[in-house]
């Protein structure tokens, strides 16, 4: 991204979510480093500012970039679901008022917004496995629901499902026009705002589909592992994981501090107030400039949240150097990994099935995979964050096939440790299908640092 791109970027991010809460925008004029690559620099609001993920001109995307000699055999996409309402309140206060219809009128907008509540109202439940049947199709609340998707995050999926379109469907060709349903893998999680974010990418990827050819699957774990999910040493990584987390938090007495304030604030003990999470309402707060709540003792103000998140930036920095995250993540996201590449194998062998699988998910889900492809500086998923694997023959010579991996635009391929400086040996601008599958069948496992092999042996390793 250019400089000029980036302070338009940035001008267009500020007034939206930090002018009511208090933030000027003079100290942010700088150029944005690498959102996908590049580690969280220490300012909370601007690491804020990109979380929210505000729908902006200035999308960046490297998605569908190789020579002409290589052809797009199949497309394996994993989002976070859009914009969401907080999941927890602040005790003892207004929650904030955010209108969870879908309106043209109202910012931000997306050419499709109409079409796309047309469509939805069109749809019918033998296109979702069960339970998913029973959710709306779209968010439809005057005044939001606990979790539910919002406006912002229904126009940031069209978006991404718009661009994706641009990419492999207009420039590449990935579907024929009369695409059949077995081309397409769809596959959300239980919540209504992840099955709202799939349908919205996919309208803006496949505008005015038709219903009879959609069919979402139901996964019941935020893993997506499927009968693979029994795995004692994955727990064990976790709970040693959440160990740290617990003590760096004690370690960290302004944080402490912060909490009593807030406790204070909304007059309930600091143990219940810390329990309701309130930086996730906080964010929605910020995101939708909507002031931070008030009391008569007070209100909770930026100062408050600047602590909180700057205790978050750091937590995530300790996470990476400790690896504890890292072993439940190796763990975690593999029955996912060696689900995607069995298929995109399958694809090698010349099926024309599941070229485009699209997975609706959550942070939960995003950040294990991230963290296990080795991309341990990649900013925890945002808002509509997207991860795309793209796997692509090489027409002169038609046995080899490489992958491609983007994490919200950006090629991070050549930062997965799998593929480390392979670039720079290799010609190619892309990672042989072959390091992937490796990495997935046994170096994750060695990864671990035991004798493991396998995800079995390496899920029941004993003595760990
Ligand atoms: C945010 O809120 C402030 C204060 O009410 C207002 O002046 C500003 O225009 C709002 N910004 C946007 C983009 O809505
Ligand atoms: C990995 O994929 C293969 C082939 O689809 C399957 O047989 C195997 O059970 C999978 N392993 C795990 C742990 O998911």
């Known amino acids: 991204m250019d400089v000029l791109t980036a302070l338009l970027l940035l001008v267009h991010l500020i007034p939206v979510s930090a002018a009511k809460n208090g933030v000027s925008s003079k100290s942010r004029k700088r150029i944005l480093p690498d959102p996908a690559t590049e580690p969280p620099v220490t300012d909370p609001v601007y690491e804020a500012l990109l979380y929210c993920n505000i729908p902006s001109v200035a999308e960046r995307s490297m998605e569908g970039h190789a020579p002409h000699h290589f052809k797009l055999v199949s497309v394996h996409v994993f989002i976070r679901h859009g914009d969401r309402y907080p999941l927890y309140v602040i005790p003892k206060t207004k929650r904030p008022e955010i209108d969870c219809t879908l309106v043209a009128n109202r910012k931000p907008y997306h050419p499709k917004l109409e079409a796309f509540v047309s469509h939805m109202s069109k749809g019918s439940g033998a296109s979702f496995e069960s339970p998913l049947n029973s959710l709306p199709l779209y968010p439809n609340h005057p005044l939001c629901e606990m979790g539910e998707l919002t406006q912002t995050g229904v126009v940031q999926h069209l978006q991404n499902g718009q661009l994706l379109r641009d990419i492999y469907l207009k420039k590449h060709k990935l579907l024929p026009t009369d695409w059949s349903a077995d081309q397409l893998y769809l596959e959300t999680t239980g919540k209504s705002r992840t099955l709202q974010s799939g349908l919205a990418l996919l309208y803006g990827f496949l505008p005015d589909f038709d219903w009879k050819k959609i069919y979402f699957r139901h996964q019941p774990s935020a893993l997506f592992c499927s009968g693979s999910c029994y795995c004692p040493v994955r727990n064990q990584y976790l709970e040693k994981e959440q160990r740290r987390q617990y003590l760096l938090r004690l370690k960290n007495s302004q944080l402490e501090k912060t909490y009593g304030e807030m406790a204070k604030i909304v007059d309930v003990p600091t143990k219940q107030l810390r329990a309701a999470n309130p930086i996730d309402s906080m964010l929605c707060h910020f995101c939708h400039n909507v002031s931070f709540p008030c009391t008569k003792n007070g209100c909770v103000d930026m100062e408050h ?102 994490y919200n635009g950006v090629d991070v391929t050549f930062h997965t440790s799998f593929c480390q400086d392979h670039h720079k040996h290799s010609p190619k601008p892309m990672c042989p299908l072959e390091n992937l599958v490796r990495f997935v069948k046994r170096d994750m496992f060695v990864a671990l640092g035991g004798s493991s092999t396998n995800y079995y042996d390496a899920c029941h390793r004993e003595g760990f």
């Open 305 to 406: 949240f600047k602590v909180i998140k700057t205790h978050q930036i750091e937590d995530e920095k300790e996470r990476r150097e400790k690896k504890l995250y890292l072993g439940y993540s190796l763990l975690g996201a593999h029955p996912i990994l060696n689900q995607t590449i069995s298929r995109m194998q399958r694809a090698t062998e010349g099926r024309k099935e599941e070229l485009f699988a699209l997975y609706s998910a959550h942070d939960v889900t995003l950040s294990p995979v991230l963290s296990a492809l080795g991309l341990s500086e990649a900013r925890f998923p945002r808002f509509a964050a997207r991860l795309i694997f793209e796997l692509w023959q090489d027409r002169e010579k038609p046995s080899e096939h490489s992958v491609r991996i983007l």
